[in-house]
């Protein structure tokens, strides 16, 4: 007779209650918590925008409509600071080199990047090398930069006549003669500039896919043609942006004629931002000074708003 043994019933296995969710006020203080400390990391940066770049723009679009001087009580003045600057001789000679300067740095210093992207591009072997080489000029301070050029240009012992006196060439006066000061001046900022836009066309020439270029091959198109066909409509986007940004800054321009022309000769080197300077610093006169400026900055503001409208739309379209 087989006995059958009872199997003694196996112990429940204790299931924790679910956590159910966290109180609404708890929540609500956590979120208010991460969102403090979240502004707290900002307040430094917002500090230093209000300080040294909101502020001093308010105040200077103030003083325009005012007579200032240091030390003395400002007086309502109007419009007669924009009034006296628009008659000022320096006025128009300012305007015209800062439009002659920045049309001169895109025909110069907006091919010659891209030219040098493309070559950087096509290069197999040592990339990083020739890279750090080009961009080299970029981490230079612009003072340093602009001190090496004043005597790469010195018509006496400088290098650039040097070298035409040994290859037997007529020397020049470059940045002392009127008619070559200006251009001289070009070639310093697109030789000190042109790094940051070099790698930004690199970047962008290497997310195009090989298959278009591939394709073009087959079909016997040459450089010139992939170059046209392929390479701009693929950055066309990049390329105007650079443009527009590269005329923001070009129109900017101050380092260069303050350490190595000092506006001469003749005032052929005085640009918008040079004539701020002397009407501040010079003249002592602050309200012709930000009168200019506010001029500067609107024409400025137009350009911006276009980059950044342009920049909505490009990402809206990719």
Partial sequence: MTRTVARRPADPIAVRPAPGPPPVAGRRRRRLHDQARAYAFLLGGLLCFALFSWYPAIRAVVIAFQKYTPGSEPEWAGTANFTRVLHDPE?????????????????????????????????????????????????????????????????????????????????????????????????????????????????ALQSIPGELYEAAELDGANLWQRVRHVTVPQTRFVILMLMLLQIIATMQVFTEPFVITGGGPEDATVTVLYLIYKYAFLYNDFGGACALSVMLLVLLGLFSALYLRLTRSGEENA
Avoid at 161 to 176: C, D, I, Q
Wanted: aromatic share 14%.
């Fill in 91 to 203: 006025f128009g000679a300012a305007w015209r080199n800062t439009l002659t300067f920045t049309l001169l740095a895109l025909l110069i210093g907006f091919a010659i990047p891209f030219v040098l992207a493309l070559v950087l591009n096509e290069i197999r072997h040592a990339k990083a090398f020739f890279r750090v080489v080009v961009y080299l000029p970029v981490m230079i301070p612009p003072v340093v930069t602009a001190l090496l050029w004043k005597w790469f240009y010195d018509p006496g012992t400088g290098l650039a006549n040097e070298a035409l006196r040994f290859a037997h060439l007529p020397t020049s006066n470059w940045t002392n003669g009127a008619d070559t000061a200006l251009l001289s001046l070009v070639a310093v900022a697109t030789w000190a500039n042109m790094g940051g836009t070099v790698l930004i066309y690199l970047a």
